[in-house]
């Protein structure tokens, strides 16, 4: 699995996980995302459980596995999630944030000693070590119950599936050319996103903060103007597209 | 090597020899929920049994006597069965617990493998032996319930084989109850015999799956 620092300051760093070549091929790729300060880290929607094994090597190249105190699940996909289990018996005295609708469902991937911190609807903020980062709402985009991350030091938002791309496997963590890449994301985004409201109200909030970087749970991370250009391609996308007209 | 020495030699001793022992556990556990159902039968023709002795009077006072031993089997069997059937989920959910410690080390294996040379690698270590040792106790555990199991299954079977003479004996008294009731006694008769015969095939089942944990 590749790993790449896509930011780095005096008081933490962000590290992105994926591109793993050895992941079986009916699998989606999936990035994972790992904030670390001094003494705590937290891993951003750490993936599915046939991911396990190749994420905690790669963790453990990083940080000491008793550094990462924190998970975050955006929603309750296998994807992002189905390696709960796993995680619970390695990581002792962890904290899982994540949904407060999906708790009861998550669960169910597993977990005795990891402590479920259900994230209210309006969001809230972690505080890791003096790093605020903020859980902001991001319903039905696309589960019912959703949440993105948002680091206004590093102005990073992880944004979940919004801006996933279905890609061959092996390109590179960045987008370099917005218009060839929209291609990749229209058929993603018009199915697995449900709602046009809940879409216009995201974009609405986003278009607030101040980001350099966007980057989503598959595909590549939009860079400066891109994330600009995200935001207007998204806004003009019809969503919802699963039932004929 | 740190994965040889972390690795316990007895870890692999128990339930190498069969990969599925938690579908087996789950099989078991369904057999005897399957044999409950079936000794509740029993309880029930017990009843039926004793409103039939009744009716039938006097001719019938041999039949109602051993309609008392049929209900003390029904009983007795229930009683079994029941707590059979507890001890099969709670060992079933042993197995299943002791399935995810397995599978959680042979993650632990993979990535001790993959990053061998990374510089945070013995922090793993801690992790380890908590699920080692959680696997450990699971399988003590394990050991512990299937052979309280085997115990409570030979003690059933010992139970249920006083059901054949049971029957047996209704046969003889049913023929002594008149034209009209040996027919409807005769069938309580079979049909103890025949749930009786049930739920030995169940637990025969499950005796015989468990030769597959050995």
Partial sequence: ??????????????????????????????????????????????GGIELFPIMLASVVRQVPISQVTHLFASHQDPDIISSLGLWDQTLEGAQLYAPWLWESFIR??????????????????????????????????????????????????????????????????????????AKYMETFHRRWMPSNRAKDDWIERVSTLDIDMMCPQHGRVFIGDDVKRFLEWFSKLEVG????S | MLIKFLRHPADSCFMSTNKNYFVIAALVAADLHAAMAVAQGISLTASNARALALRAGQGAAGFRAITDSIE????????????????????????????????ALARFDWAYESAHDSPYLSSLDGAYRR???????????????????????????????????????????????GAQFEGPLNLVAQNVADAAAEIQRLVRSSQQRFTYLA
Wanted: net charge negative.
């Fill in chain 1, 1 to 46: 699995m590749l790993v790449k620092n896509i930011y780095q300051s005096s008081t933490h760093e962000w590290l992105m996980f994926g591109r793993d070549p050895d992941k079986p091929e009916k699998i989606i790729d999936t990035n994972q995302y790992l904030i670390k300060t001094a003494n705590k880290a937290i891993l951003l929607d750490p």
């Fill in chain 1, 108 to 181: 169910h991937f597993g977990m005795d000693s990891i402590e479920y911190v259900s994230i209210p609807d309006p969001g809230l903020t972690l505080d890791l070590e003096g790093v605020a980062l903020e859980f902001i709402p991001a319903h039905y985009l696309h589960a019912s119950g959703n949440y993105h991350v948002y680091d206004a030091q590093a102005k990073i938002l992880m944004s979940g599936d919004v801006g996933a791309a279905m890609e061959p496997v092996g390109v590179p963590f960045e987008v370099s050319d917005f218009d060839s890449h």
């Fill in chain 1, 241 to 244: 597209t699963g039932i004929p």
């Fill in chain 2, 72 to 103: 003390e089997l029904a009983t007795a069997t229930v009683s079994s069965s029941r707590l059979i059937n507890e001890h099969a989920s709670a060992f079933s959910q042993t197995s299943a617990d002791m399935a995810r410690a397995e599978t």
């Fill in chain 2, 131 to 177: 699920t080692q040792m959680k696997h450990r106790r699971l399988q003590n555990v394990f050991k512990q319930q299937v052979r309280a199991l085997c115990s409570k299954l030979e003690e059933l079977a010992s139970e249920l084989r006083t059901a054949t003479v049971l029957a047996a004996m209704s046969r003889v008294e049913a023929s002594q109850a």
